[in-house]
């Protein structure tokens, strides 16, 4: 006899089916259930279930396969499908019950556990062994399950924040938010891939969002190869600069025309005064690979500073004109016949990049540790560039970071620049042909967690990269891919992404549809519809995107919502029960913080808001409004005393909290009164 199902674990619909046993597969362990037709919707390929394995315990699995089975599949099945065929007739429900079931594999992913004494309520479990006997339940998780299952690891991380829904192809589940730890970002190589169209510039903005939502301890340094970071293009599309947290620390540095409002972001070009940079910096980063130990790009290095900075203004005012006797007493060389072969390699060699990357008093590399040691986020538009100049550019810029961070590492703490890079294109540095342990690139991406420093991969050819840096990845965000050498590789270095997730990968081109794992908590891949970046953004300024206005609402019907979601999904508006008797019933929330959040719902959709002057409803309406709508909740305003802080409060009746989100109550229980 089965032991009493949990309700907090599973939800009330009747049972999938029952578990028959193990099913043989390679790496993995899959379990065979026995599913019989019911005409109700069938569970999706690659949805969590719960296979129950006590009265508090599941085994957590994904199901992988579906294979019909039954009468009506062998060859007497057949002939009687074609009789109906022919008829154009389908086979009545009492025939299908009776007849047809379904055998389907679960790969198990683990054991989840409910612990109603626990805080937590849930506890997810691996190497248990344990397992569920022949005939046990397989059911639907509640949606509390499913929201700590999409969330291990983070009951008590501050920097997790919502980044998508769980979905299943075009399935969203709405009421299961996936959130992501941002500070995994820091000092960890994330990876994103991509084919060109499903999202990859949406992800990342919004996680650079997230990651500045509170007080950041990174800078952020960005090379743009298409101009799409910064600011917002002529679709109206939005970008950083639409981020209100990210605004006043943003560093654009671009070849292009800003227009009026966008001024104060643009702080140069994309180029660098090469007077102020190492002169074996500059043949590092410019100076083709093959002609590194070249004696004339040996000579440069040695270059004190004062002979340097004569070298570049001469190249810079006579170019090719420069003559090898003005070359040799610039550098003070004897000019003679040995040296006339170093000399003219020097002229041609550095003339090029000179005449195109270097300018007088630019500022980009001089600034660029000041700001990113301030948390600011410095945007390197290389989009007008030749690509070897980008990429020559890049490496100086990050060979700057890293080689002031290697000397003083072994100084008192924030001595280090912690840096996160975003670099695009990943393949065309780190692919199996310029593999160089040498190179900044691979240098920065083996080395740079001890030295604070992280990165954003970003690419299009996961394929392409060399299999020595992806098997270093500690977050993997993968959408829509093709290439069969791209899946195989993903799979090879990250076993979590199984055969059948690489299925959904390759089989669903759906805009938005994100699989993502990340270290060191995340047990499997989880599968989500990632935030619009634009629900981040003010939206403003900038030209209109070129859609249709939002239908206005009346205020009071959009407020009443916000205020029931800020409950429910705002990290910032913690949810107390009350200590009183019946205190079960209700629950505290502070004041300020859920009419902060409701303001910044309101501004963010103005638009929808049917007001003639919005400024003037936000400051003399929107407050009464917005206690009229909380006592139209059953709601009454008290005070408390939250986080030894007196504060107003509203006392909310409980069931206002759906649980089941990403998003506990607090333990504290809070006695209120009617006056300060």
């Not at 340094?221 to 947290?245: K, M, S, T």
């Not at 990113?372 to 986020?377: P, Q, S």
Request: hydrophobic share 40%; with cysteine; proline share 7%.
């Amino acid at each position: 006899m089965n032991p009493p199902a949990s309700d907090d674990l599973y939800d009330d619909s009747p049972p999938i089916g029952l578990l028959k046993g193990l099913s043989p597969a390679a790496g993995q362990m899959d379990v065979e259930v026995i599913v019989p037709y019911s005409g109700a919707e069938p569970p999706a390929v690659g949805e969590f279930l719960l296979a129950e394995a006590g009265s508090a315990d599941a085994l957590v699995g994904r199901v992988s396969k579906y294979v019909a089975a039954g009468h009506l599949v062998t060859q007497q099945g057949d002939a009687y499908l074609a009789d109906l065929a022919r008829t154009n007739d389908t086979p009545p429900s009492p025939i299908m019950r009776q007849m047809l079931r379904y055998s389907m594999r679960m790969s198990i992913l683990g054991h989840l556990r409910r612990e109603p004494s626990s805080q937590r309520q849930f506890r997810y479990l691996v190497g248990e062994r344990a397992f569920a006997t022949l005939g046990s339940r397989v059911r639907r998780p509640s949606v509390a399950a499913m929201a700590y299952l999409c969330n291990i690891g983070l009951d008590a991380d501050p920097s997790a924040a919502v980044i998508g829904h769980l979905a299943y192809g075009q399935k969203v589940h709405p009421d299961v938010p996936v959130r992501f730890s941002i500070d995994r970002l820091k000092g960890r190589r994330t990876f994103v891939f991509a084919r060109a169209g499903y999202g990859k510039s949406n992800l990342i903005k919004y996680l650079i969002s997230q990651l500045y939502s509170r007080p950041p301890e990174v800078g952020l340094l960005i090379f743009d190869p298409e101009g799409e970071y910064a600011l917002p293009d002529a679709e109206g599309r939005p970008a950083l600069f639409n981020v209100p947290q990210i605004r006043d620390r943003l560093m654009l540095y671009t070849s292009r025309v800003v227009r009026p409002e966008f001024a104060a972001v643009k702080k140069g070009e994309p180029f660098v005064d090469f007077g102020e940079i190492p002169p074996q910096d500059i043949v590092t980063a410019f100076v083709a690979p093959e002609k590194q130990e070249n004696v004339f790009a040996n000579a440069i290095r040695t270059l004190d500073f004062a002979s340097w900075k004569k070298l570049v203004a001469l190249l810079l005012d006579k170019r090719h004109r420069a003559s090898e006797a003005e070359i040799a007493q610039a550098i003070g060389f004897t000019p003679n016949r040995n040296n006339e072969v170093i000399l003219q390699a020097i002229r041609n060699n550095l003339v090029p990049p000179v005449t195109r990357m270097h300018r007088r008093e630019a500022r980009l590399s001089q600034d660029l540790l000041a700001d990113l040691g301030r948390g600011r986020i410095v945007v390197v538009d290389t989009s007008l560039l030749p690509t070897e100049d980008a990429l020559a550019l890049g490496g100086l810029l990050l060979h700057r970071v890293f080689a002031y961070n290697r000397r003083h590492f072994t100084e008192a703490a924030g001595s280090i620049v912690r840096c996160l890079a975003v670099i695009e294109e990943a393949q065309t540095v780190l692919g199996d042909r310029r593999l160089d342990d040498s190179d900044i690139f691979v240098r920065w991406v083996k080395e740079g967690r001890k030295y604070g420093l992280g990165c954003i991969l970003v690419t299009q050819q996961p394929g392409a990269i060399s299999d020595q840096i992806i098997s270093q990845g500690d977050n993997f965000f993968v959408m829509h891919l093709l290439n069969d050498n791209d899946l195989r590789m993903l799979n090879r270095h990250n076993a979590h992404f199984s055969e059948d997730v690489l299925g959904f990968i390759r089989n669903e081109p759906i805009r938005g549809n994100c699989f993502f794992w990340s270290a060191p908590d995340q047990p499997f891949v989880m599968p989500i519809r990632v935030e619009d970046f634009a629900s981040a953004t003010d939206l403003a300024p900038g030209p209109p995107a070129r859609v249709p206005p939002a239908a206005k609402v009346p205020p009071e019907e959009l407020i009443r919502q916000w205020i029931v979601d800020a409950i429910n999904a705002d990290p910032r508006v913690w949810v107390y029960p009350l200590d009183a008797p019946e205190g079960e019933k209700w629950m505290v929330v502070s004041h300020d913080y859920l009419a902060h959040a409701v303001a910044e719902r309101c501004r963010a959709a103005h638009d929808r808001i049917d007001t003639e002057d919005f400024e003037a409803w936000m400051e003399s309406e929107l407050p009464d409004l917005f206690r009229s709508c909380l006592k139209g909740l059953q709601g009454h305003q008290r005070y408390a005393v939250l986080v030894g802080s007196r504060r107003a409060v509203w006392v909310l009746p409980a069931v206002l909290f759906r649980g089941g989100q990403a998003k506990a109550m607090q333990t504290q229980r809070v006695a209120v009164s009617r006056s300060v």
